[in-house]
């Protein structure tokens, strides 16, 4: 049973640990984006925002 448990236990950190890479990714998207905002045109903004959110949501349903 302490195998399984570890096991586990490894697996948690490593979903964490990749979460947390993924939350940087992210964030640092958005930095980019947010910088490049007024050089963009309305059709790429909204797309940029539709991607952006469709990421996050996925993002979401990983740590669930």
């Given at each position: 049973k302490d195998y399984s448990v570890n096991r586990r236990d490894e697996a948690i950190q490593k979903?964490?640990?990749?979460?947390?890479?993924?939350?940087?990714?992210?964030?640092?998207?958005?930095?980019?984006?947010?910088?490049?905002?007024?050089?963009l045109n309305a059709v790429a903004r909204d797309k940029i925002r539709a991607n952006l959110k469709a990421l996050q949501k996925q993002r979401i349903r990983v740590a669930e």
């Open positions: 979903i964490k640990l990749a979460l947390e890479k993924l939350d940087r990714h992210i964030d640092a998207l958005e930095a980019r984006i947010d910088n490049n905002w007024d050089n």
